[in-house]
């Protein structure tokens, strides 16, 4: 969908129309279902492509983005959602940048993210994300039906490492 949003860089007042920047997508291994993370918005999506004429949404989960409440983005309006996400926090730290990269699970059962693009677009976007580190999450998928979930008793949170916060760009399976 087309965002229309509001910017406050210092005093005056922007208008701009944004489209997403969907950064990774995927099949399921059954081909059942597309996955697409969109790292500007802050969405993971999941649509049933078992039609492939009548793709069908049955999953969209929030990971941080650039229009959470209280972000300096304010969507005035928009087509596909009734209100602005809340910013995300699991297991008590703030989810900075958006969904990234994105991994599922050979069973299809859990999607895996990270939230860091590019060091020089995420100090643009997401300068919180250069502050506090990269997070990997976990999304509980129903591979059956259609649906996703956040887990939020798994997080894996680079901010605390050694030489300071690391941002994490992908993970992938061996094999």
């Known amino acids: 969908g087309v965002h229309v949003v509001c910017m406050w860089p ?4 922007v ?9 990774d997508c995927l099949l399921s291994l059954d081909d059942k279902f597309l996955y697409f993370s969109n790292w500007l918005h802050g969405d993971i999506r999941q649509y049933d492509i078992t039609d492939r004429q ?4 049955t999953g969209q989960v929030w990971i ?13 309006e928009d087509s596909e959602m009734t209100e602005q996400p809340e910013p995300l926090f699991v297991k008590g730290k703030q989810i900075h940048g958006g969904p990234q990269m994105i991994q599922l699970s050979l069973d299809g059962k859990r999607l895996y993210v990270t939230t860091s693009l590019y060091s020089a677009w995420d100090k643009q976007f997401y ?3 250069i502050k506090h580190g990269a997070q990997a999450l976990r999304v509980n998928v129903d591979h059956e039906n259609g649906g996703m979930t956040l887990d939020t008793d798994f ?3 680079f901010g605390d490492e050694p030489q ?6 992908e993970m992938r399976y061996p094999g």
């Open 164 to 169: 300071g916060p690391a941002l994490a760009h």
């Open 15 to 23: 208008v701009l129309f944004t489209a997403g920047l969907i950064t």
């Open 127 to 129: 300068p919180g994300l």
């Open 155 to 157: 997080l894996v949170d």
């Open 10 to 13: 210092c005093t005056r007042v």
């Open 64 to 76: 941080g983005g650039s229009i959470c409440k209280g972000g300096p983005v304010t969507v005035t």
């Open 54 to 57: 009548n793709p069908k949404l």
